[in-house]
C-alpha cells in the first residue's frame, strides 16, 4: 500500500514539474485568478496559463476584430499592474486610444508594422526571449510546429506569455501552442432598450488546451471583467444574421 502511495506522489510531482515548464504551475496556497473566470475551470489548477503561447484562428474581418479585442482584454488582466506589451502586426488597425477599455494605458504598448512574414516571426521569437517584457501578441498567418515550439521554449525560459493571432490561415495544422482558441461576434446587449451600443459580446471557444478541458462560453465585457451571458436568454446568431446590415 505504501509503494503505491509513493507511486502517486511521485506522478504527481512529476506533473507539478511539467505543468510549470509549461506555464501552468499551481502552487496549493495561490488561489485561483478571478480575474480570468469564467475561463479558469478549464485550466490545470484553475489557472490561466502565463508563461505560455496562446494561438487564435480566425477567418472573417469581424471573427479577427473580435479576436483582438478579447486578446487586449486578456492582456490587460496581465499588465493590471504595470508591464510592457509588444504587438508585432502587418498593417496599423489598433486604435490606441481605445486600448483603456480593455485596461492598458496606451504607453505600455509597442506597435511594429513588418510586412514580412519571416521578419514578423523573427520579431515575435526574440520579443518573447525578452523578460523585461510581460506579454507579446503577434498576428502571422502561418505558423509551423517547428516555429510554434522555438516560441514555446523561449516563453518557458522568459516567462512572457505570448499570443499569437493567425488570420485566415491555410490550416489550422498542428502546434506546440498551450491552447487553441477561436473568437466569434455576438450582438451587442442593450439594457433598458437604451439607444446606442450595449457591452461587446463574444462567443469563445477554447478548442484546445493541454492538460486541460475544451470548452466554450458565452460572454460580454463589461465593467473591465468577463461576464457570462445568460445560455437560456441568448442564442448565437447563424452567420448571415450576425453580419446582416
Keep these: 500500500m505504501q509503494i503505491g502511495i509513493d507511486k502517486k506522489e511521485i506522478?504527481?510531482?512529476?506533473?507539478?514539474?511539467?505543468n510549470a515548464m509549461q506555464g501552468m504551475e499551481k502552487l496549493s496556497?495561490?488561489?485561483?485568478?478571478?480575474?480570468?473566470?469564467?475561463f479558469a475551470s478549464a485550466f490545470p489548477g484553475h489557472v490561466f496559463p502565463k508563461g505560455a503561447i496562446h494561438e487564435f484562428i480566425s477567418y472573417e474581418p469581424a471573427d479577427a476584430a473580435s479576436t483582438n479585442g478579447f486578446i487586449t482584454a486578456l492582456t490587460g488582466k496581465f499588465m493590471k499592474t504595470g508591464g510592457l506589451c509588444l504587438w508585432i502586426g502587418n498593417e496599423r488597425k489598433i486604435y490606441a486610444t481605445g486600448l483603456k477599455h480593455f485596461g492598458i494605458e496606451p504607453d505600455r504598448i509597442v506597435f511594429i508594422h513588418v510586412n514580412k512574414p519571416k521578419i514578423a516571426l523573427w520579431i515575435i521569437e526574440e520579443a518573447l526571449k525578452c523578460e523585461a517584457l510581460t506579454a507579446v501578441i503577434g498576428e502571422i498567418r502561418e505558423l509551423g510546429f517547428?516555429?510554434?515550439?522555438?516560441?514555446?521554449?523561449?516563453?518557458e525560459q522568459s516567462g512572457v506569455t505570448g499570443f499569437i493571432h493567425r488570420y485566415q490561415p491555410q490550416s489550422e495544422n498542428a502546434v506546440a501552442c498551450t491552447t487553441r482558441w477561436k473568437i466569434t461576434p455576438l450582438p451587442s446587449i442593450i439594457h433598458d432598450h437604451l439607444p446606442g451600443l450595449g457591452p461587446a459580446c463574444w462567443h469563445?471557444?477554447?478548442?484546445?488546451?493541454?492538460?486541460g478541458r475544451p470548452n466554450h462560453w458565452q460572454i460580454s465585457w463589461s465593467d473591465a471583467q468577463f461576464l457570462p451571458l445568460d445560455d437560456k436568454k441568448f442564442s448565437i446568431p447563424s452567420r448571415p444574421e450576425r453580419y446582416a446590415g
Design 11 to 18: 506522478a504527481k510531482r512529476l506533473q507539478a514539474k511539467i
Design 146 to 155: 517547428t516555429e510554434s515550439r522555438r516560441l514555446q521554449l523561449a516563453v
Design 29 to 38: 496556497d495561490v488561489p485561483a485568478n478571478p480575474a480570468f473566470e469564467p
Design 204 to 211: 469563445i471557444q477554447l478548442l484546445k488546451v493541454r492538460n
